[in-house]
């Protein structure tokens, strides 16, 4: 399976500050969900809760040690593969096989936790990179030119899309 994370990552590595992001670009945003749509979305709990709802058009595999909150169980429903739907999981093992399932790309889109549980299985990186430094509390995995090797790059405003692939193994722990 090929596994992507999908991240908008400062200068500094900073992903986000108390429970949400430091900035707000449209761009990011619009690119984010042309990029998943039609897709399955792994996060961890806290990245579900701050977006606050199922994307629309995705499959959210969300891993928590919590049990699902009742409010969402209409997006537990056995649906079409592209329908908006949410899978409780409790582990990115539980994770990986619930998107494995669903036969549609997948991307991992956080938090910092997730991201560096997931580290080790990702094949490719979409990141907004933005060229400033911002104040944070939660931060991207450092990306190594020794295992990532850069693919695309789409200059912006303050800001890159920049796509990498792995390049090298990454040797489990």
């Not at 979305?41 to 969300?62: A, C, D, N, Q, Y």
């Not at 494995?100 to 990141?127: H, K, M, R």
Request: hydrophobic fraction near 40%; charged fraction near 20%.
């Amino acid at each position: 399976m090929k596994l992507t994370a999908i991240a908008a990552v400062a200068k500094n590595r900073v992903i986000g500050r108390d429970g949400g992001l430091p900035w707000n670009i449209p761009e990011d945003f619009a690119h984010f969900k042309q990029t998943t749509m039609g897709s399955t979305l792994i996060m961890g709990r806290t990245t579900f809760e701050s977006i606050g709802k199922p994307l629309p058009g995705r499959i959210s595999v969300v891993i928590s040690h919590r049990p699902p909150p009742a409010e969402y169980s209409q997006f537990f429903e056995a649906a079409t593969a592209s329908a908006t739907r949410l899978l409780w999981t409790h582990s990115l093992a539980q994770a990986f096989e619930a998107a494995a399932a669903t036969g549609l790309p997948v991307f991992v889109c956080g938090g910092a936790n997730i991201y560096e549980q997931a580290w080790p299985y990702l094949s490719d990186l979409d990141i907004t990179e933005l060229d400033a430094d911002m104040s944070g509390d939660r931060f991207f995995p450092f990306i190594d030119p020794e295992l990532w090797r850069e693919t695309a790059r789409e200059p912006k405003q303050g800001f890159s899309f920049v796509k990498y692939e792995r390049h090298s193994i990454y040797p489990a722990s």
